[in-house]
């Protein structure tokens, strides 16, 4: 299933938030009642009262919880304010608030990542989850660096025997050498190339950031599918006891 973008839209409206899911359960994050506060710096705060409101920003903290009543996560979230003009049901004229998150505690996952997937790769996509919504180069970047830890989980290490380094390029070039070009090369190939523009660029658009969480999914289910060798172990043990307890 690939990337519900709707769900990592870069702005929010102070009453309709997106529903992200549980960093520890998956379930959906709801914007706990009340918990959002926004706050003006004195040099903005007359800006904001005089409805100068093209010019004044606000900073904004609010709290989600898991739905889930066995769960019940929260995650922090901090963010920059913006106003705009808008209008009520009767059709008033009112200041509307755009949400832009900066930093989630704990961050989200973008993607499902399975228990089979190796711990070094977890932590790196972890860690890009909340680098996400901070500094998408970085976020890029880290992409780059799950790219480099699954070459290097399937044998293509960046160090050679010898001691000299391996570029990434040359790595993917053997896994195509050994592997044939198909697409999980492309992939590897696709998602490199994202990450060097990430590591030259401060504002990497997030569409592409999705685009390499979409690719990155699929891949990852590819080479690390969930392990069924208990399944056959027990199916043969069944088999081999026709049925009864031994």
């Not at 960093?23 to 409805?51: D, I």
Request: proline share 6%; with cysteine.
């Amino acid at each position: 299933m690939a990337v519900d973008t709707d769900l990592w839209i870069g702005e929010w409206d102070e009453n309709d938030y997106p529903s992200l899911p549980c960093p520890h359960c998956g379930a959906p994050l709801n914007a706990v009642e009340n918990s959002l506060r926004v706050e003006s710096s004195a040099h903005n705060v007359e800006l904001v009262n005089l409805t100068d409101i093209d010019d004044a920003e606000s900073r904004f903290t609010l709290w989600l919880q898991c739905g889930h009543g066995r769960c019940r996560e929260y995650v922090t979230v901090t963010g920059d304010v913006r106003y705009e003009p808008g209008y009520d049901e009767v059709g008033a004229t009112i200041t509307v608030l755009r949400l832009t998150p900066v930093h989630l505690h704990r961050a989200p996952p973008i993607i499902g990542v399975g228990e089979d997937v190796p711990d070094s790769i977890r932590s790196a996509l972890q860690e890009s989850f909340g680098l996400f919504w901070s500094d998408s180069g970085a976020c890029a970047a880290r992409l780059r660096l799950v790219v480099e830890l699954i070459l290097e989980d399937w044998g293509f290490p960046a160090t050679s025997k010898g001691g000299g380094f391996v570029p990434v390029d040359r790595r993917i070039k053997d896994w195509e050498t050994m592997y044939g070009e198909n697409a999980m090369s492309r992939a590897l190939m696709a998602i490199k190339w994202l990450g060097n523009v990430g590591a030259h660029e401060k504002q990497f658009p997030r569409d592409r950031l999705l685009d390499a969480y979409d690719i990155l999914e699929r891949l990852l289910r590819q080479l690390f599918p969930p392990d069924e060798r208990h399944l056959d172990e027990l199916a043969s043990e069944i088999i081999d006891s026709k049925g009864r307890r031994t």
